[in-house]
Every structure is written in C-alpha cells, then in structure tokens.
C-alpha cells in the first residue's frame, strides 16, 4: 500500500512543476482568483500586493520547490522523509489558501477549496510514519531482494 501511495503522490511533483513553469511565464493571471479562497485574514490582500506582481517569479519557484519534493520523494531513507515532511507542510498551506475556486456557501467551499488537499496530507502521513523507505530507483532495480518499499526487513 505504501508503494501505492508513493507512486501517486511522486508524479505530482515530478509532473506538476512543468505546469507551473508553464503558467508562470504564458498565463500568469491564472494564480489571481488563489487570494480570493484564502482563511486567514489579511491574505487576499497580501496575494493582491504582494504575490500577484511578481507571480512569474512566484510560480518558478513554486516549480523549483515542487521539482526538489519530487526528487526527494524519489530518494529512500532521510530524503524521502523530508521530502514528505515538506509536502505535507505545503499541503497544509494549500488547505489554508484553498485552491482557487470561491464559491457561494461554506459548505462547498470545503469541499471544493480544502477537503482534496486534506485528502493528500492524509495519504501522506502513513508514509511520513512509516521510517526508512528503499529510493524508487532502489525499487526499480530490485536490489533490495525480498523488500518491496521498506528499507529494512
């Protein structure tokens, strides 16, 4: 299961930052509606002010960041604890920022803006728990005979 849970969550670093270096460079103003589903107060106009003049730096690196998570996840041991450690971190300021989609009633709002985000930090927990992991490469290799995802027996 925990292979399972690795090999969902590693594309969507490895595969997400291109996006981001995409929509930093050619589509900038699609981060915009990001400040408007945010919780804590003050933040629409910091996103406003602050984030949104400079949202092609910002979504580099965004890209950078999400690159380096994928690349530690693909690592066993310490770097992929880490690199967990870090997603479930940016996860968690997701659930706080929302994803970018007001809606009209709170309920919705939950559901649309936080819950997927809360989905992903608890996909990852068991694998923040579960200690020292082989690396994906490891894996593929099959040096770890007789040890599926575990780095040790």
């Given at each position: 299961m925990h292979t399972i849970a690795r090999l969902f969550v590693i594309p969507w670093y490895l595969l997400g930052w291109v996006l981001h270096v995409y929509l930093g460079l050619f589509a900038p103003e699609i981060y915009?509606?990001?400040g408007a589903t945010a919780i804590v107060p003050g933040f629409a106009q910091?996103?406003?002010g602050i984030v949104m003049p400079h949202m092609t730096a910002w979504a580099l690196t965004l890209a950078a960041f999400e690159l380096a998570v994928g690349c530690l996840?693909?690592?066993g041991g310490r770097w992929f604890t880490i690199g967990?450690?870090?997603s479930i971190g940016f996860n968690v300021f997701l659930v706080q920022m929302g994803l970018?989609?007001?809606q009209a009633d709170a309920t919705r709002s939950f559901m649309v803006n936080r819950l997927p985000n809360l989905v992903?930090?608890?996909i990852q927990i068991p694998l923040l728990v579960e200690g020292e992991v082989?690396?994906?490469?490891a894996l593929?290799?099959?040096?770890?005979?007789g040890i599926r995802d575990r780095g040790s027996a």
């Open positions: 915009r509606p990001f910091l996103w406003a996840l693909l690592a967990v450690a870090l970018g989609m007001p992903f930090i608890a082989a690396s994906i490469p593929i290799r099959g040096r770890r005979s």
